[in-house]
């Protein structure tokens, strides 16, 4: 079993900045793929950014520019850095973690981030 716990979210005005972080425990090797997703009020949940255990990312258009991905492996977590805030990325955060062999995909919590205008 693998556990994410997610912190950093909260309430920021527009044009502001936060931090999220998110931390993996468990038993297993390595991670191959970890992420953020976002789900809005009404909304499908969908892809925010994610990282391979070798550097490559990946981004959603939306946020491409703002957005900055990271992740240590030997602590086993991942960031978000998320710049120049709008009131659209008003989002449920969920942390996402893949083991590409096994097909096995496990998510956190969530953290919330509201944005004001």
């Known amino acids: 079993q693998v556990q994410l716990v997610e912190s950093g979210g909260g309430l920021v005005q527009a044009g502001g900045s936060l931090r999220l972080s998110c931390a993996a425990s468990g038993t297993f090797f390595r991670i191959n793929v970890m992420g953020w997703h976002r789900q809005a009020p009404g909304k499908q949940r969908e892809l925010v950014a994610t990282?391979?255990?070798?550097?490559?990312?990946n981004y959603a258009d939306f946020v491409k520019g703002r957005f900055t991905i990271s992740r240590d492996n030997a602590k086993k977590t991942v960031s978000l850095q998320m710049n120049s805030l709008e009131p659209e990325d008003t989002a449920v955060y969920y942390c996402?973690?893949?083991?590409?062999?096994?097909?096995?995909?496990?998510w956190g919590q969530g953290t919330q981030v509201t944005v004001s205008s």
């Open positions: 990282m391979t255990s070798s550097g490559t990312t």
């Open positions: 996402n973690a893949y083991f590409t062999r096994v097909g096995a995909d496990y």
